[in-house]
């Protein structure tokens, strides 16, 4: 009686543990055949196109306050920021894009907000044939109304940094005197681009923070078409993501990842706080009057 008691112990024993792997492989295998039943809907899925980076939406307050936390900092700054981070050689773009213009005594060309993106491709449509005045002029208004126009303005606020994905061989000036001022208008503080602008000496005398690539001089209809705006784009050879902070001076731009924010901008306030210090103190050695780079 006693053998009897034992094994029945120990087959129970075994049916304990087996029975809960039993289930899980018996789970696993009917969502697999159920994949392998209804391929169709993830494929279909996909043929109609899907982003896998989702963008986060972020309230006015939210990027006033992480805002706050970068005022001051230069891109040097943030990049040691960046390092402490552990996001060496990250978000640095391109020296290839540079500011249209700067400005030595007050440093009125840098600037520093927060993302909102937008994307122009190449167009694959036909150029426009000789046409008169105003059959031209009626093609020119469709292009910009419905191929390529600007839904990212009613994004634009208080702080916003437009960064445009654009084709860096098209010669095509997407950015111009005119509509640079209405972005400026709605609240963006800086433009950045990884390729042109037109009207370059107008931008320049309006003293609007522009970092390109080079000078275009097309207009966008016949050239390009607008593909998305406020999904993650690459400008300047690097991810950025709506709702990064976007740092901009005469050293290039570098974009912070907004997750990171916050440590970085700590970590460069104390760098810069000390760079100011130290070179305050040079500038008395050196009998310098003191400038607005160290206060």
């Not at 087959?11 to 697999?32: D, Q, Y």
């Not at 275009?216 to 784009?233: D, K, L, M, Q, Y």
């Amino acid at each position: 009686m006693r053998k009897i008691k034992t094994k029945s112990a120990v087959a129970l024993l075994i049916l304990t543990f087996i029975t809960p792997c039993l289930l899980f492989l018996i789970a696993a295998n009917t969502k697999s055949a159920e994949v392998r039943q209804n391929p169709a809907a993830s494929t279909e899925e996909l043929r109609a196109g899907k982003n896998f980076i989702p963008t986060k939406v972020y309230t006015a307050e939210q990027d006033e306050q992480i805002l706050k936390l970068f005022e001051g900092l230069r891109v040097a700054d943030v990049s040691d920021g960046m390092d402490k981070a552990g996001l060496s050689n990250i978000g640095l773009m391109s020296p290839e894009i540079y500011p249209l213009w700067k400005d030595t005594q007050n440093y009125t060309h840098r600037f520093i907000g927060v993302a909102v993106t937008v994307r122009y491709v190449p167009t694959n449509k036909p150029p426009a044939p000789r046409m008169e005045t105003g059959e031209f002029d009626n093609w020119v208004s469709n292009w910009y109304n419905n191929i390529s126009s600007e839904p990212f303005v009613p994004l634009l606020r208080k702080g916003s940094a437009l960064v445009i994905d654009e084709a860096p061989d098209a010669d095509v000036g997407s950015i111009g005197s005119n509509n640079i001022m209405g972005w400026k208008l709605a609240g963006c503080v800086g433009v950045v681009t990884d390729a042109t602008a037109r009207d370059t000496d107008e931008i320049i005398t309006e003293k609007i923070p522009l970092y390109f690539r080079k000078p275009g001089r097309g207009i966008r209809p016949g050239r390009n078409e607008v593909e998305s705006v406020n999904r993650p784009v690459v400008c300047g050879g690097v991810l950025v993501e709506p709702g990064d902070v976007i740092v901009a001076d005469g050293d290039g731009v570098i974009v912070v990842p907004r997750a990171h924010a916050k440590e970085i901008a700590e970590y460069a306030k104390a760098t810069i706080e000390g760079d100011k210090a130290g070179r305050r103190d040079l500038y008395k050695q050196l009998g310098l009057p003191e400038d607005s780079s160290v206060k």
